[in-house]
């Protein structure tokens, strides 16, 4: 690890990740740790600047997916999730909202919740998309669990969220689950 984070520390990088390991169990859980997060303390300027450079690989792997009609199945747009959401410790809904030929035209989280459940709001995520002039919209949510399978209340919602998105002119593209390994389709799997 230190030889990883050299560039960002210089002279003092065995003493930074030793560090960083006690705090953290591992670079990829400092690199995904939550801004705010040991802001205070000795490393946090390296935590800044890796947490930095983190974001920058991640806007770099949007514009892969971003500069084409996007596609719910493209490995791109899946390497993207994983590392945007396959970690984080509690689940998130984010939305990818697009135009009428599926074109880009942003992407972002839409409500957090617990470690195995979302408290997400239906109402601002389609006050977004009219905001934005979306017409079409993927859905990603990453299971902490490791489990890229839905559940219960996944399938539920994901099915109440289609008919009020037909309702209202807006296409549900597709739904994902994401985890560090896998992203679970619900159109592929006819749940959609």
Known sequence: MASLIEPFTGAGAEAVAGR????????????VSPDGVDESGEDADVLRRMRAARLMVLGAAREEFARRPVAANDPDLHGYLRGLLGAQPLETLHAIFLDSEHGYITDESIASGGSSRLTGSTRRLVARAFDLGARGLILAHNHPSGSALPSEHDIVTTARIGHLAAELDLTLVDHLIVTRRRVFSFRAEGLL
């Open 20 to 31: 960083l390991l006690d705090r953290f169990g591992s670079l990829h859980r400092a690199l």
